[in-house]
């Protein structure tokens, strides 16, 4: 059956990575990347068929592939490419494009595409939710508690209304992923059963949680060149000192909400205090460790940076840090600087919300699904093996 092809998707890519210091046009398709790749199997061209896709316009297939998003930007295709291609800089530029045709509102093209899109969609939400909390601001007195100054209860109301827009939001383009995947796979005639995909789901959560392929690139990697790293500054274990540092923070504050009435008074020692305190500041940690490498761009993976890659962990760090000064102001007489510093906080944090199906955050959903996705389509051929062995 013949297939249409999308002569622009190569340029559209390149638009979502830095420019003209893309240049994956140059490769032709020697395998390099696929030999020298952790993560590459027998039975899979990745990075290569990933890139040749692309050459060739085959869009409807680079958006059902998996394979987009297990890609964790080790950088190792990069350095051995013998003809220069970045082929790591183009699987970032693609999955970026990929966030943008998930996103049926097409913010996530007009953030992704250029940094004046990506700072006036920021603007607009800043605004719309400073106005929003500026409604039931209450001017009291300097040393008034920070939720008598600003209704915990109305932050609550519009934290929930905000959760359900961008809910249905990634819920959508999770759904357009999933479905384009299937397609491919009936279309090829490959599809795998629904009865395999609880299991899949399973597998593919644990494997995003505990980084069980990072670590195996990561592992690969050091091998291939020593000295090793320390364990604290191995790109696993900074990258799951960001995720599990911040879903300490999300379930500190979700326990608070639910254990605890908004605004009382609580220690310092506090048991959910403690926990979103410690989170913060080991999501901090990895979030330094990420921003310091790209400042220094000595190495591939962060040699080049577009806005995006520094957007995204910026917003989260001035969401932790202005979170962390929030809880330090509930016990220190600080006044009217308390309630700036928590009013910041919560645009930012709302900011940081809205934003997740637009941004680089989008990975945390797209590349948990790619895992489960993988999973689920291997699961004929353990099925196969099994019943072969019996």
């Not at 605004?127 to 300097?142: D, I, R, T």
């Not at 959910?272 to 999501?283: E, P, Q, S």
Request: glycine share 8%; with cysteine.
């Amino acid at each position: 059956m013949a297939r249409v092809v999308n002569t622009s998707l190569l340029s559209n890519i390149k638009r979502h990575g830095k420019g003209s210091a893309l240049d994956v046009s140059a490769c032709f398709n020697c395998g390099n990347c696929t030999a020298v790749c952790p993560l590459a199997e027998e039975t899979a061209g990745f990075p290569r068929r990933v890139i040749r896709m692309a050459q060739v316009g085959m869009e409807p297939e680079l958006l059902a592939s998996e394979e987009l998003w297990r890609c964790y930007a080790c950088g190792e295709c990069t350095r051995t490419c013998p003809r220069q291609a970045d082929p790591a800089e183009f699987m970032a530029a693609a999955r970026s494009y990929a966030i943008s045709r998930y996103d049926f509102t097409g913010l996530a093209g007009l953030v992704n595409r250029s940094i004046f899109g990506n700072l006036l969609v920021f603007a607009v939400f800043s605004l719309v939710f400073e106005l929003l909390l500026s409604a039931k601001m209450n001017p009291a007195g300097p040393q008034a508690p920070l939720f008598r100054f600003l209704p915990g209860w109305w932050i609550h109301d519009v934290g929930v209304g905000l959760f359900a827009v961008v809910g249905l939001s990634a819920a959508f383009g999770m759904i357009s992923m999933f479905a384009r995947f299937r397609a491919e796979r009936v279309h090829h005639g490959s599809a795998p059963p629904l009865a395999a995909l609880p299991g899949a789901v399973v597998s593919g959560v644990l494997d995003a949680l505990l980084h069980t392929r990072f670590r195996q690139c990561d592992a690969a990697e050091q091998a291939a060149a020593p000295p090793t790293e320390p364990l604290v500054l191995r790109p696993w274990f900074v990258h799951v000192s960001v995720m599990g540092g911040f879903l300490a923070m999300l379930l500190a504050t979700t326990l608070d909400y639910l254990l605890k009435p908004i605004g009382s008074p609580a220690p310092p020692w506090y048991p959910m205090r403690l926990l979103g305190a410690a989170g913060g500041l080991v999501c901090l940690y990895g979030l330094t460790v990420m921003l310091l490498r790209r400042i220094r761009a000595k190495e591939v993976p962060w040699r080049k940076s577009a806005f995006a890659d520094w957007f995204f962990p910026s917003l989260l760090a001035a969401t932790v840090l202005t979170g962390l000064a929030t809880e330090t102001a509930v016990y220190l007489p600080l006044g009217r600087i308390g309630h700036t510093i928590f009013f910041v906080h919560v645009v930012l944090a709302m900011d940081l919300i809205a934003m997740l199906p637009l941004t680089k955050f989008a990975h945390v959903l797209y590349r948990t699904l790619a895992l489960v996705l993988y999973s689920w389509r291997r699961a004929p051929v353990a099925v196969t093996a099994a019943d072969a062995e019996a």
